[in-house]
């Protein structure tokens, strides 16, 4: 299993002419209708992808002027009514694109009129995917995610980034009386995250903000800058950016007379336990840290070990881990010593382009075209965030931390392995003098 690293003529007729054309225009519109019947309705597949499955869904209507129009569900991904840019049906084949997630999706109706067999692409990636009819869209079932009436006050919040000047929205939740309040602020893993680290239909940060402020706990949770409401732009923000929203989070949590200036903490999950330490190791105003899916390792040394354990549970072979293993090394290794963008493009092409040939037939089938996928994986490479994660090292931060810590992995997790990252962030935590953390797994 070879891999690499890992969307008019005139007017001027007759009259008899003219009926006759009508007449034949408007059986052609009939029959085009009754063609388009065949696919206006709810349609459901499965989408197999690396690592997992997941449930895609289309809904098909018509616009007022009889023309089709669709929105897609991706509800694993707790992702609804994502809009479809354009559809076409015609000679039984069904085309639909989203140029907002850059897919698209090609297929042919089945002569029941009840399946569609076809592929979905995606970043220069190929999946089949058949859908079938169904009578109505799934709805998700979230028993833990709060509803209200809420036992606690809920409020909407302004938070000014000065130095990097922007503002940042949030909501922040109290209890309903006492005070001032010990307060955590909660921060969020890798990617563009809103303020409820909304993913695969699930709200984990508005469950954990519930459950703290019951407990008597302030909570404030933000949009990530440049999403949702916060002002910014992620695509040009680094870890280091992220962890002046959360300094700018703290002192206007100390602005309030509600909360207790000298209990504010915070907890961060995956990228937000790397954050959290290197606020506390800037700030004294920080009363203890959480680190939930913390890493003790640079992110390269993180992308080694998660893609050795999801390659071995998909059922790869160790010379196929070794071989994967090389080829991030080449990738990698360019992107540490490459300083001219021009070279590091065109190097990273011709490592990528070596791996892609090296393919058995099937499996470039499988990846689609060459330059649409290489072209992907080189524009998510050489982003900010990607080049900074990759070499940032968390070790020195932890030394400095020196308030209390909690570190909490997953037994289960492949993408932060526990064992060695709890062992790394402990030793780290000792090295600096820190005999005030907890470290549970």
Not at 339 to 360: A, F, H, I, P, R
Not at 377 to 398: C, E, G, N, V
């Amino acid at each position: 299993m070879k891999s690499l690293t890992k969307l008019c003529f005139g007017l001027m007729i007759c009259f008899a002419l003219f009926t006759h054309a009508m007449g034949s225009i408007s059986t052609t519109l009939d029959r085009a209708q009754s063609d388009q019947d065949k696919v206006i309705g709810n349609w459901q597949g499965v989408l197999k992808v690396p690592g997992g499955e997941l449930r895609i869904i289309f809904k098909i209507s018509q616009n007022e002027d009889g023309t089709l129009k669709a929105a897609m569900d991706s509800p694993d991904q707790g992702a609804s009514d994502i809009p479809v840019s354009a559809v076409t049906f015609e000679n039984d084949s069904l085309h639909m694109e989203s140029s907002m997630i850059r897919g698209r999706y090609d297929g042919q109706i089945q002569a029941d009129a009840q399946t569609i067999k076809g592929a979905w692409k995606q970043s220069g990636m190929t999946f089949p995917l058949d859908i079938q009819r169904i009578d109505a869209v799934p709805k998700l079932n979230r028993p833990q995610e709060p509803k209200p009436p809420f036992p606690y006050l809920e409020e909407e919040v302004t938070v000014p980034n000065k130095t990097a000047e922007i503002e940042l929205s949030g909501t922040f939740t109290k209890p309903n009386s006492g005070g001032p309040f010990p307060a955590v602020i909660l921060i969020s893993g890798s990617g563009p995250q809103d303020r409820d680290e909304a993913i695969f239909g699930h709200r984990p940060f508005f469950v954990a903000a519930d459950h703290l402020t019951r407990q008597g706990i302030a909570v404030l949770r933000m949009d990530d800058r440049g999403v949702g409401k916060s002002k910014g732009d992620f695509s040009k923000a680094t870890s280091k950016d992220f962890a002046s929203d959360v300094m700018a989070g703290i002192d206007y949590l100390r602005t309030r007379k509600d909360i207790d200036p000298k209990r504010i903490g915070l907890i961060g999950h995956s990228e937000g336990g790397i954050i959290a330490p290197m606020v506390a190791a800037q700030s004294q105003d920080v009363a203890f840290i959480v680190l939930m899916a913390g890493t003790g390792f640079t992110g390269e040394e993180i992308l080694y070990l998660q893609a050795a354990l999801i390659a071995k549970a998909n059922g790869a072979t160790d010379s196929d881990i070794a071989e994967n293993r090389a080829g991030q090394e080449k990738i990698f290794k360019i992107l540490k010593e490459e300083t001219t963008d021009s070279m590091l493009v065109t190097k990273l092409k011709n490592v990528m382009q070596e791996s892609y040939d090296n393919l058995s037939e099937e499996q470039q089938k499988a990846i689609g075209e060459a330059d649409p996928y290489i072209n992907a994986q080189i524009k998510q490479l050489t982003s900010l965030w990607f080049r900074f994660f990759l070499t940032y090292d968390p070790i020195p931060a932890l030394k400095q931390v020196k308030c209390p810590v909690l570190a909490i992995n997953g037994e289960l997790d492949l993408q932060v392995p526990p064992k060695e990252n709890l062992a790394a962030i402990e030793a780290a935590l000792q090295a600096g003098g820190n005999k005030n953390y907890t470290i549970k797994e």
